[in-house]
């Protein structure tokens, strides 16, 4: 046995989250032919976890078929999306009563940024003696390497509250902020790279210039500590369906911290974040708290999949064994890909810095694409990202030691194939 | 047996439809005690349709917990959105490549009426020479008495476009429009009386003032023929869980007019309306068509147990059928309230016309909520608006005439009670 093959074995055997892995449904068919794959596509699917079949199913036939309406009150599916968020809340380092499920990431981006630029410009009326304040807050900087939802959905943001849109690289964004920047919107954990962005530093250096920060969690929730609460961020989003396995397409989530939900003022306020919703009054009035940014009928089906799925954290896994198994895999990846593939063949975008690591390996090679293909068809499955990088997520409750030696090995093999 | 009992079973044995109630699953539990229920709250939340729970079982297990990202693709995951607005197209009157579906109704009317004020400018600006345009178009025109999550978000998108927004009862509309209007948002069937509003005098009306009107068909898409195409109207929403029976907060629709799609420019650009998704660019470039109307990661889940349901209107179901069983039922139940209910004790607030009657009846009595609590406890489920309203819907697919015939009994019975 190799020298790495006898490491991921005594990785393994000492592994304290080894037995998380029977609480996702992994073995029957598996991803790839060729019996059992290695699913290293965590960050853009989660795994199923065992218990989403069955809760599932008794949405659909019993609360849906037989109950009908009555489920909506009698089995809690109105209050889904802030009782939901407060299981999440625990994960990313916030207190009850600040996030509520719904909607997609970039839905929730709109609500974030235009509710940040709208914050910062309550704050500076709100600030001083009439006269006093400085220039209007009229920018809006956003991660110049952001996942290109984000950059979009900020451009109409900014378009739609009269700001200006200023894409920075995030090493970048403290030099940019002045008394005309707004809101600031950034990326945890880089979606291509894997790059971890220094959360607790930006967020203060946004802060000290008067603005408000937005984060998107997408590529961290559930790979490793975000300290909302801690670090005073404002406003949050993120998926659930990367590693808190929520399912495809299952509803984002929305953090606001609780000092600002007063102030909070959404571009989306529909009925379901209204004071009285079945009051059904013409006038608008918010209703309090993190249900201000709810907006329609909640999707009950994908949002209680969602909910089955977060049983996985219970038990006593905690965000800080995740993250420190996350780190041994990556490490012991890049170890295994120094031990098999030749030096020069693929270079790694993903910092060394476990400070700079996100959950994630990012291998950029000239022919990504069809590498990619053929690591699936021999059940490594990875994701491609255009033009050039291979990416492989480590949800480190069900990927194990022996997986991430495979899938070098895997790697290392396919690259040493003719046509590659 | 009473005359009305008699009239159900003449009714029940004519009727063309009565087949298709076996496409649904109603009779297990029923939704109320002492055996199967009466639904009629089908304009709430549609009953399950039986292929529902094989294909959401398929979907999680085999292609979320088996096949994962490879669904995508290989199990048409990605093009959901498209694929089963093609699929709603025909009930509603539209020729395919039009409807997308995903996200919350209040979300696609934020879309539908931002991008109508847009579409309004972008026509008066296109329109002659230089200096020949007339006034800005700046006021959004909404249905005063419409569902209040519509004026909210129309309030919303009047503040977010520079807009007036001016609340009108739908019979002042005409009289309301102006060369100043921008859009219009009307409600096809009003959620809380049952009146049909008429689609195309309104839309012709609106057109007329060289503005641009959006529909909201929550109450109206799958009870009766709406012709979207037929009457040039320009933008169209609607939600899937009523008589479309897509299940609890089942993704919406946006129906964007072919011609319209080049100049449509959605609030919402999220990189799934990019013309290259996978492109992964920093720039928005928008796709052609009607995926121009998609925004996040669709939620599939919802999405393809919508698909499913959609299955009931295979097999030579029309909505032409539909809408005339409708208007029997209507008609129907009305009978039996006069021949059973004491005159004065309730008040019909639903259109006696047919060309002005949705699919639904709308009761005014001053007790209705203690009513509706006690026809539910006794398996007549309908619902109760706030504050004196019994709402009854027929969805014509499942609801038979000695249903109504026992819904109205018992009504009957529960308004004699003492107490009521």
Known sequence: MSEPRLRAKELDAADGLAAQRAEFLLDEGGGGSGGEAVYLDGNSLGALPAAVPGRVEDVVRRQWGELRIRSWTEEGWWTAPERIGDRIAPLVGAAAGQIVVGDSTSVNVFKAVVGAVRLARSADTAAGPVG????????????????????????????????????????GVPDALGDRTAAVLLNHVDYRTGRLHDLPALTAAVHAAGAYVVWDLCHSAGALPVGLDEHGVDLAVGCTYKYLNGGPGSPAYLYVRAELQDRFDSPLPGWNSHAEPFGMRPEYAPAPGALRGRVGT???????????????????????????????????????????????????????????????????????????????????????????????????????????ERAARVLADVLAEPGT
Chains 1, 2 share one sequence.
Do not use: N
């Open 132 to 171: 006093s304040a400085g220039p209007v807050r009229d920018e809006i900087v956003v991660d110049a390497t952001t996942f290109p939802t984000d950059g979009y959905i900020a451009e109409s943001a900014a378009r739609m509250t009269g700001c200006t849109l200023r894409p920075v690289p995030p090493s």
């Open 298 to 404: 909640p999707d009950i089906l994908s949002m209680l999949a969602l909910e089955a799925a977060l049983d996985v954290w219970d038990g006593g896994v905690t965000i800080e064994a995740v993250r420190a198994k996350s780190l041994a895999l990556t490490d012991f990846f890049l170890e295994c890909v120094e031990a098999y593939v030749p030096e020069g063949r693929v270079e790694c975008l993903t910092p060394r810095p476990h400070g700079e690591r996100g959950s994630q390996i990012a291998l950029r090679c000239p022919d990504a694409g069809d590498v990619m293909k053929r690591l699936i068809e021999r059940g490594v499955v990875g994701d491609f990202r255009h033009p050039d990088v291979l990416r492989f997520g480590f949800t480190p409750l069900y990927v194990g030691f022996a997986d991430v």
